[in-house]
């Protein structure tokens, strides 16, 4: 709770300033495309996975920013016994299949990949389509 009265404090403060760049960034609003994702996971694998997570490597990070994704969250979760991974992250730029496969050849992403891509179960739909994770339908979204 702490937390969010400090941001928004911090939110008042900074819309009090009349900064003419300021203005200019609000009329340029950036579009967002928000994406939910769905795979499963490995039970065997749970520890190995987190682990990879905790200590994401900073060059994986770095390109996951310059391909224009932001707000990137991974959760767990187990149904009927099986372990299922959920992502979600929005994309700010202007061409999303150039930036994937911008992703797609970076080296250190490749590396990445090769670690994360065999702890993953890929959902049917997903592996007929040789992906690892399936998209998922947005039914709702309030900000």
């Given amino acids: 709770m702490q937390r969010v009265f400090i941001a928004i404090l911090c939110l008042l403060a900074f819309s009090a300033?009349?900064?003419p760049q300021q203005q200019q960034s609000t009329t340029?609003?950036?579009k967002?495309?928000?994406f939910g994702m769905v795979t499963g996971l490995k039970p065997e694998k749970i520890a190995y996975y987190k682990k990879l997570h905790a200590a994401a490597w900073p060059g994986v990070l770095k390109k996951i920013k310059e391909c224009n994704i932001r707000n990137y969250s991974i959760y767990i979760q187990k149904i009927e016994g099986k372990y299922f991974l959920f992502s979600y992250f929005e994309y700010v730029g202007?061409?999303?299949d150039k930036d994937m496969a911008l992703m797609a050849a970076d080296t250190s992403t490749q590396r990445w990949w090769k670690e994360t891509s065999p702890t993953q179960n890929p959902l049917p739909e997903a592996?007929?389509?040789q992906k690892i994770w399936q998209n998922m339908e947005e039914v709702f979204h309030t900000d």
Avoid: Y
């Fill in 17 to 19: 300033c009349n900064h």
């Fill in 28 to 30: 340029h609003a950036i």
């Fill in 32 to 34: 967002v495309k928000r």
């Fill in 94 to 96: 202007a061409d999303f």
């Fill in 127 to 129: 592996a007929a389509q």
